[in-house]
């Protein structure tokens, strides 16, 4: 009889345990989704204008430093002429003269618009990050010395950074949003 009531408490104690896991774990996640929902449209520091909305995975690569599965976004294998912007601050980025297929996974450039990105060594000083100088969101990378162009440079750039304006539509360039 006391076997059953010590395993009786023990199991009793285990769902409370479990009750309370899952309780925080629900609590976290709903926190996780606030977060995310809180951070996906935000104001520029001194402006009255406010960045781009951001879906969720926009916002977990361009704000969090995040990337993109490989092979899943849009612009990877895209060969239209026009030009790539930031997805949060429409600032114009890349020109598709300078995108090539290096088969990686994610868009490829070998040169940026002058002065629209910036390059920050990573915190473990192995790759380059490649950043939006108007907004300072996470672009990608930046490698050197691979071959793939004369240029020896590859802007590894994920495509939930990025928006294309082609070249042959009527559709303008979005205005960029600027801090003041």
Known sequence: MRVI????MKNTCMNV???????????????LTYSCHSQTTHKASNSTMEYNKLTPEEAYVILNKGTDRPFTGD?????????YICRQCNAPLYNSK??????CGWPSFDDEIKGAVTRVTDADGRRTEIICNNCKG???HVFL????????????VNTSSLKFIADDT????????IKK
């Not at 345990?17 to 926190?31: D, E, N, Q, R």
């Open 138 to 140: 996470h672009l990608g």
């Open 17 to 31: 345990t479990m009750k309370k896991l899952i309780y925080c774990l629900v609590l976290s996640s709903s926190f």
């Open 75 to 83: 612009y990877y294998k895209l060969k239209a002429n026009g030009i």
């Open 98 to 103: 300078d995108k090539f297929d290096s088969e």
């Open 5 to 8: 009531r010590s395993i009786r």
């Open 145 to 156: 010395g691979e071959g793939f162009t004369s240029k020896q440079t590859r802007h590894c």
């Open 170 to 177: 009527s559709t303008k360039l979005p205005e960029v949003i």
